[in-house]
């Protein structure tokens, strides 16, 4: 089994009996995949793209644990160190765990995105979130002008919400 099957199954059972986050890191990992494929990553940084998609999130049960909350600056705290734990114990290399890490503690950031595996993992959860939200196609259009960059993740936000 390759390792980014491994990881996806291992979030599945760390979100066991919770599909609705289940099916949001798949959905982002999907979108993410698609986004960087079409944007031609380099071979290592879409491995980091669909890793950082898959984990992303993974902060969200130990900040409800610890503060009974799971906003999204809470999971940038407790995100890193649950990732790093998990793509360890994996086999990942130091450097994709590092980088990753990275990721999943500014997920919810979106000043100073560094690199495009950062604008494409930000670009795939607003798709997600903009539709579980239910938000409305101002607040997409916002989204499309404030947060998008790619032409893939431009085109498929236009797309979806018909803007």
């Known amino acids: 089994m390759n390792l980014q099957n491994t990881l996806a199954l291992r979030m599945i059972s760390f979100y066991e009996n ?30 980091i793209v669909e890793t950082a998609a898959l984990i992303h999130d993974i902060g969200i049960k130990p900040a409800e644990e610890k503060y009974g ?15 790093h734990k998990m793509l360890a114990e994996l086999g990942y290399k130091e450097e994709v765990i590092k980088r990753v890490c990275y990721l999943v503690a500014h997920h919810h950031t979106y000043v100073d995105v560094d690199g495009i595996d950062y604008q494409i993992l930000i670009e795939a959860d607003f798709l997600v ?25 431009k085109q498929i936000c236009h797309t979806m919400f018909c803007l």
């Open 18 to 47: 919770d599909p609705k986050r289940i099916q949001h890191f798949m959905k982002v990992h999907s979108f993410a995949k698609l986004i960087a494929e079409e944007e031609a990553l380099d071979k290592e940084t879409q491995f």
């Open 69 to 83: 909350s799971s906003n999204g600056k809470l999971q940038e705290i407790e995100g890193p160190l649950a990732a």
């Open 129 to 153: 979130n903009l539709y579980e939200d239910g938000l409305n196609k101002k607040a997409a259009l916002t989204a499309y002008d404030k947060i998008f960059k790619t032409n893939c993740g």
